[in-house]
C-alpha cells in the first residue's frame, strides 16, 4: 500500500493505546509501519525494471521484520538518552523502555507486509528462503475509503484525548471497521474469481476509487490475456531462457510478471507489458521492450 496508509495504521495502532506502553511508542509505530519500504532506495541504483524484482523482497521477509525494528528501537532509544543529556527530553513523555519499544517497532513492521499483500503488485514474504511472490487480491495500492476510515477514526481519538475523555475506544472501533472492510472486500474478490469458470487463472484486481468494482483479468492461452473482455496479445511468449541470462531488464520484468503478454511495436519488435498494469501510455517503468525480437504473428 502508500505510505499515507501505512503511517495511518501506525498511527490507529498508537490511538488505541498501544503509545501508553513506552515513550516514543507512537513514533516507533509509525516509522515501523514504513520501515520495510526502505528497499525503495534501490531507484538509486537500479534501472528500468530491474527495481520491479527488487522491491518487495529482502525488506519484507522474516529476517528483515527482525532486524529492522531491532535498529529503529535502538535509534529511538538513543534519541531518548541524547535529548536526555542535552536537557532538551519533553517532560510529559513515558520512560523509555527498550523492550517495549523493540515491542511496538515490530508490531509496527509487522502490519506493513500484511497491508502490502492485499493488493495485486505482490510480495515475497518469505525472502530470503523463499522468492515466491503472494496476492491478496483485496485493495487497490491507494484506497481513499480506507483513508478516510484511519484519518477520521485518528482525528476523532485524538480530539478526544485533548478533552481529557476515554479515547481509545475510537481508535478500537475503527481497527474493526477497517478489518470487516478488508474482509467484504477480500470476499468480493473471491466470489470474481469464482465468477469466472473458464479454469485458466483469473486475477479480480481492485479498481482505483471504486472499491466494490474488480477489473476481471483472465489468462486465455499462454501469452495472451483478457482484461475486462478485451483481448491483449499481439505475439506468442518467445522461449526466453537464453535471453534472460543476458538481458537483466527482461530477466526481472519475467520474475516480477504475474500476466505477462507480448504486443507488436511500430517496428514491428516485441514490447513485453502486465496485464495488471496495462496502460502503454502512463506505464512504461511497467514494460519492457525488446528490439531484437520479431513479433511472430499469432496462429
Avoid at 531507484?43 to 532486524?67: C, D, N, Q
Avoid at 481508535?171 to 467484504?184: K, S
Wanted: aromatic share 14%.
Amino acid at each position: 500500500m502508500d505510505n499515507l496508509t501505512h503511517s495511518l495504521v501506525g498511527a490507529i495502532m498508537g490511538q488505541s493505546g498501544l503509545k501508553r506502553t513506552t515513550g516514543l511508542a507512537m513514533p516507533a509505530l509509525i516509522i515501523g509501519a514504513n520501515l520495510p519500504d526502505v528497499d525503495a532506495a534501490c531507484f538509486f541504483w537500479l534501472e528500468g525494471t530491474e527495481h520491479l524484482a527488487f522491491r518487495r523482497g529482502i525488506t519484507h521477509g522474516p529476517p528483515a521484520l527482525v532486524l529492522l525494528p531491532l535498529i529503529l528501537a535502538g535509534l529511538l532509544w538513543a534519541f531518548d538518552r541524547w535529548q536526555t543529556r542535552r536537557g532538551t527530553r519533553p517532560e510529559g513523555r513515558l520512560p523509555v523502555r527498550f523492550g517495549w519499544l523493540f515491542a511496538m517497532a515490530f508490531i509496527g513492521c509487522l502490519s506493513h507486509p500484511f497491508f502490502d499483500w492485499l493488493n495485486v503488485y505482490g510480495i515475497r514474504l518469505l525472502e530470503p528462503f523463499s522468492s515466491q511472490w503472494f496476492y491478496g487480491d483485496t485493495l487497490f495500492i491507494i484506497d481513499v475509503w480506507l483513508w478516510a476510515l484511519l484519518i477520521g477514526t485518528v482525528w476523532w481519538s485524538r480530539r478526544r484525548e485533548k478533552a481529557g475523555t476515554e479515547w481509545m475506544r475510537p481508535a478500537r472501533v475503527g481497527i474493526a471497521v477497517g478489518l470487516v472492510y478488508i474482509g467484504v472486500n477480500a470476499a468480493i474478490s473471491v466470489f470474481s474469481s469464482s465468477f469466472i469458470s473458464s479454469g485458466n487463472p483469473t486475477i479480480a484486481s481492485p479498481a482505483p476509487l471504486l472499491s466494490w468494482r474488480r477489473e476481471t483479468i483472465v489468462m486465455l492461452y499462454e501469452g495472451s490475456w483478457s482484461i475486462e473482455g478485451k483481448v491483449v496479445g499481439d505475439c506468442p511468449l518467445p522461449d526466453f531462457t537464453e535471453a534472460r541470462r543476458t538481458n537483466s531488464q527482461l530477466d526481472a520484468f519475467l520474475f516480477w510478471s504475474r500476466a505477462p503478454f507480448a504486443t507488436r511495436a511500430e517496428d514491428g519488435s516485441v514490447i513485453l507489458y502486465d496485464a495488471r498494469f496495462y496502460d502503454p501510455r502512463a506505464r512504461a517503468r511497467f514494460s519492457v521492450a525488446l528490439p531484437d525480437v520479431r513479433c511472430e504473428p499469432l496462429r
